[in-house]
């Protein structure tokens, strides 16, 4: 569609305003709105910031960056703003950062991602789907339940789940699932499975639109991984297919089953999960999600029963090109979707480049398996704090080879600020469990 076919659309539809939408370093979504009349400037020249006072972006000395739209991520949002004298509608557009120099800005998530996909083409392009789960409170103060619902089961708000997906479907999002999850007050939605990096899009959008619509509810949408102790946290499963000239390559037409390639993509998964976990689960509550169960995964296995497994290969299609995919359940919505998936991806490959075969399939709680019984399974743990897994991060090969130096150096330096405070801070655990009796 060209410029004059936007605006007569936008003319058309009362858009008054077009918002650029990124993300920082942790992937918070990040925005600003700019009149119409300015959109063919934001299309020819981009729209200048202040990159300083992003988290993990450019230093004060070389603040200056720009923002470049990917005209084909423009979408109109479908409900309308209302002043006091005033209505307008506005559109969304994703795009890239640059540097004054006009080179690709190195901290720059999205552009990692685009850059990852691009790299490994030649052997296939990833696909990716993601199941989004979050918790309706009753407000932003504290995690107070909302209803008392289990999975597939009662509860409330499912209401929702419905508008959220009635926006997603108008403004091109396709939607598979929702439901009630196992928790109280937990919900899901599914999204269906589209390229990677549209993916990630898609999920920046699905979670900002849930928290809106959950504020029109006068209720509250958390995407925090274990906001309460003892119940199921929030996961966000990915599901993960390669293709190329319109094949599926996880799919063996022969065997109606999982390919070699897949197997080997599996076993990279598997050899560096604890090397990219912490872009996986990259809080701290993250590590309060990943206990036995809680329908979690805990150690580095794969199964395609085995719910607690790190990679789980769904079965209810077996057969079916299309539907073959596996499923990497330890991220949580919590994280940069751009990152994670780039880490995914980078190793994946890796397990396909070194011909790695997978360990046997687990199809049991590897919590119940003994030390003995673990080991002679080469059964691994992935790590419990954000700490341990830093440490994998940062002596990664992997994970030095798959990021710009910018984004490596200022992940870690963010979260190990973020685990100081956090073993400064005196927790309610300590006042409740040590102040009246030392």
Known sequence: MKVKEYLKEFKDKNVRFIRP????????????????????????????????????????????????????????????????????????????????????????TRTLLKNIIEKYKDIGTLKCGAEIEFFIFENDKSPKHTDEGGYFRSGLYGEIRKEVQ????????????????????????????????????????????????????????????????????????????????GKNLFFDEEKQGLSKIAKS????????????????????????????????????????????????????QKGKESATRIEIRSPDPACNPYLAISLIHAAGIQGIKEGLEPPEPVEVDVFNLSESERKKLNIEELSLSLEKALEFFENSELVKRTLPKHIYRKFIENKKIECNNFNMAVTDYEIENYFGVL
């Not at 990096?197 to 006068?218: Q, S």
């Not at 872009?279 to 309060?288: G, V």
């Not at 296995?301 to 769904?314: D, E, F, H, L, Q």
Request: proline fraction near 4%; hydrophobic fraction near 40%.
């Open 265 to 316: 993509y599996i076993a990279g998964l598997i050899k560096y999960g604890r090397d990219i976990q912490a872009a996986l689960n990259q809080w701290i509550n993250s590590y309060k999600r990943l206990y036995p169960g809680y329908e979690a995964p805990t150690y580095l296995v794969w199964g395609t029963k085995n719910r607690s497994a790190y990679i789980r290969v769904p079965e209810y």
């Open 21 to 108: 939408i990124f993300v920082d370093i942790l992937g918070r979504m990040l925005d600003f709105t700019i009149p119409i009349d300015e959109f063919e400037n934001l299309i020819k020249d981009g729209k200048g910031f202040d990159g300083s006072s992003v988290e993990g972006f450019a230093r004060t000395e070389e603040s200056d960056l720009r923002f470049i739209p990917d005209v084909n991520t423009l979408m109109i949002l479908p409900w309308e703003y209302k002043g006091i004298e005033s209505s307008w509608r506005e559109a969304i557009v994703f795009g890239h950062i640059i540097e004054p120099s006009g080179k690709e800005y190195e901290g720059d």
């Open 166 to 245: 009635l926006i997603l479907n108008e403004m091109g999002i396709k939607t598979e699932f929702d439901h009630h999850e196992v928790a109280q007050s937990q919900h899901e939605i599914n999204l269906l499975y589209s390229d990677a990096l549209k993916m990630a899009d898609e999920i920046i959008l699905t979670k900002y639109i849930i928290k809106r619509i959950a504020r029109k509810y006068g209720v509250y949408a958390s995407f925090m991984p274990k906001p309460i102790a003892g119940i199921n946290g929030n996961g966000m499963h990915l599901h993960l297919s390669l293709w190329k000239d």
